[in-house]
């Protein structure tokens, strides 16, 4: 069992950054494939990033790709998301996700998916304000 919990959210003026943190309990942290997701008012969840338990590799969304950064620290079982040059349509609730330990996708765009995260934290606000 994995438990998330995020932080580092809160209200920043368009083109600011913000670096949320997602703390995982549990000894399989460094085995899981991380991700985080973010989720607006009356849209769906959506895929932001991800990062591969075997080699670290990444995965970002094109509208994020150049702004955002993920990577993770094993070593603290936590998972970081680095946000720069933020805009207004980048409000959301962010929340981090997990696979199961030793999980491998099927493809390239397995990581995008909210079906292969089988743990979810709460999530934590952010609003960028133009």
């Known amino acids: 069992q994995v438990q998330l919990v995020e932080s580092g959210g809160g209200l920043v003026q368009a083109g600011g950054s913000l670096r949320l943190s997602c703390a995982a309990s549990?000894?399989?942290?460094?085995?899981?494939?991380m991700a985080w997701f973010r989720q607006a008012p009356g849209k769906e969840r959506q895929f932001v990033a991800a990062?591969?338990?075997?080699?670290?590799?990444?995965y970002y969304a094109d509208s994020v790709k150049g702004r955002f950064t993920i990577s993770r620290d094993n070593a603290k079982n936590t998972v970081y998301l680095q946000m720069n040059s933020l805009e207004p349509e980048d409000t959301a609730v962010y929340s981090c996700?997990?696979?199961?330990?030793?999980?491998?996708?099927?493809?390239?765009?397995?990581?995008?998916?909210?079906?292969?995260?089988?743990?979810w934290g709460q999530g934590t606000q952010v609003t960028v304000s133009s």
């Open positions: 996700a997990a696979t199961s330990p030793y999980y491998v996708g099927s493809d390239y765009y397995s990581y995008y998916s909210t079906n292969i995260y089988d743990y």
């Open positions: 990062i591969s338990w075997s080699r670290g590799i990444t």
């Open positions: 549990g000894r399989t942290f460094s085995k899981c494939t």
